[in-house]
């Protein structure tokens, strides 16, 4: 079973930049679709964007699109979110999840993946 371990996040000021790491174990990681969501405070977990188990292809949910790139390493089993113009309603944990192997990327429901992460928060000051 595949674990995955999130990191990167922080404290920043609205207008700047965070760059989310996810490492995975395990040898399935590099034929996972992955996404990360977020959740913050009294909110439902939303999606954030995905990408494909080639990495090239990637899905944005509208609020981040344009601000947020989802990228992936195979090689290092790593999948990465930079954010940059960071919004105070960005701030929430932030969750790094894989699909099944060789599955379907496009998709923003949470119970569509199976592996998550423990999360990193992400606070955005105003």
């Known amino acids: 079973q595949a674990q995955l371990v999130e990191s990167g996040g922080g404290l920043v000021q609205a207008g700047g930049s965070l760059r989310l790491s996810c490492a995975a174990s395990?040898?399935?990681?590099?034929?996972?679709?992955m996404g990360w969501f977020r959740q913050a405070p009294g909110k439902e977990r939303e999606f954030v964007a995905s990408?494909?188990?080639?990495?090239?292809?990637?899905y944005y949910a509208d609020s981040v699109k344009g601000r947020f790139t989802i990228s992936r390493d195979n090689a290092k089993n790593s999948v990465y979110l930079q954010m940059n113009s960071l919004k105070p309603e960005d701030t929430a944990v932030y969750y790094c999840?894989?699909?099944?192997?060789?599955?379907?990327?496009?998709?923003?429901?949470?119970?569509?993946?199976?592996?998550w992460g423990q999360g990193t928060q992400v606070t955005v000051s105003s």
């Open positions: 999840a894989a699909r099944t192997p060789y599955s379907d990327f496009y998709t923003n429901t949470p119970r569509n993946y199976d592996v």
């Open positions: 395990g040898r399935t990681f590099s034929s996972r679709p």
């Open positions: 990408i494909s188990w080639s990495g090239g292809t990637t």
